[in-house]
């Protein structure tokens, strides 16, 4: 997959119709994708003659739940949209759902506490700890990916992907995003898996939805992603970066919910010790030191900007 180029869009009406479709039985909609993902013999069960559906049937997965067919019949198609909590802890042991995806299943069926409004402001010990990172780039962002604030390094590091720190539009739709996300595939589906993880907050984010509308129609990449309801959080990842300005680096991210500001979370870049790689991030952090300004990147500074977020749960 490659993210969209100048003229290869959807035509908007359709697709902003089909996404407010899709929005009208979201947990059946998901439920479905993970039902599709698990064999009759991954789930311990024989599969007997000839299958027309992919995964298992609606009736495996309530045997397997412990419920009637009908009602998870009725569950899927949206016509039993108030559940109870030990009926979908029942249905996420059946779909085998990791955390994420449970959490995620549990906030669709309106099972979740909801969100409070909440400012995007760091207090003036996080942004310390941005500015203590002085071998690895650090930066914090809000549920859209959007980064609000980072040391020098790391808006080094992002400058080329800015976008105003809007990474995810760079990544789905400017043609050199995979010439600097060396592997491109593996970090598009990383991040629409977080993203749809930030979508199924309540209430939504507003920046969350308009982000996902805008990149569903503009970029089939993002859409053919974002259809297969594939969940699940930042966590660590190795990256390969190729960076204009300073060439290859080979990085370790970490993510980290924000406690003391819900709904952000930091992230952390860092190299090999000794390495090329980390080198390449000390000079990043020397040219933003020299050049501020150049970029137009958010680097920590003594006044944080205050914009709108929503707690996650």
């Known amino acids: 997959m490659q993210p969209v180029r100048d003229g290869e869009h959807r035509t908007e009406l359709t697709m902003s119709g089909a996404h407010t479709r899709a929005r009208d039985n979201e947990l059946g909609d ?3 994708a993970q039902r599709a993902r698990i064999t009759p013999e991954a789930a311990g069960l024989r ?3 000839s299958r027309r559906v ?3 049937r609606r009736e495996e997965v309530a045997v397997l739940a412990g419920v009637s067919s009908d009602y998870y019949a009725r569950l899927e198609q949206g016509r039993e949209r108030a559940p109870s909590p030990q009926l979908m802890e029942a249905v996420a042991r059946a779909l085998q759902l990791g955390a994420d995806a449970r959490d995620h299943a549990f906030r669709l069926a309106r099972l979740a506490p909801t969100t409070r409004a909440t400012e995007e402001q760091l207090s003036p010990h996080l942004r310390q700890l941005l500015n203590s990172f002085s071998k690895a780039a650090a930066y914090v962002v809000n549920p859209a990916f959007r980064v609000i604030a980072a040391n020098e390094i790391a808006a080094g590091l992002i400058a080329p992907a800015h976008h105003d720190g809007k990474v ?3 990544l789905f739709l400017d043609p050199t995003a995979p010439t600097y996300f060396v592997h491109w595939d593996d970090v598009a589906h ?3 898996r977080g993203i749809r993880l930030s979508a199924g907050f309540s209430p939504p984010h507003p920046e969350v939805a308009a982000l996902v509308r805008r990149l569903y129609v503009r970029s089939p990449a993002f859409a053919a992603i974002w259809d297969a309801h594939e969940v699940a959080g930042l966590t660590t990842v190795h990256m390969h970066i190729r960076h204009p300005a300073v060439g290859d680096l ?4 970490q993510t980290f919910d924000v406690r003391e500001s819900p709904g952000l979370q930091l992230t952390v870049a860092s190299a090999a010790p000794g390495s090329p790689s980390e080198d390449a991030l000390a000079l990043l952090g020397t040219i933003e030191a020299t050049e501020r300004g150049g970029y137009g990147f958010p680097t920590v500074g003594p006044s944080p900007q205050v914009t709108r977020t929503q707690e996650s749960t």
């Open 47 to 49: 599969s007997v003659g």
């Open 190 to 192: 990383a991040s629409v």
């Open 30 to 32: 998901f439920l479905r």
């Open 168 to 170: 995810l539009e760079y």
């Open 54 to 56: 992919t995964g298992l």
């Open 250 to 253: 080979e990085l370790s991210y």
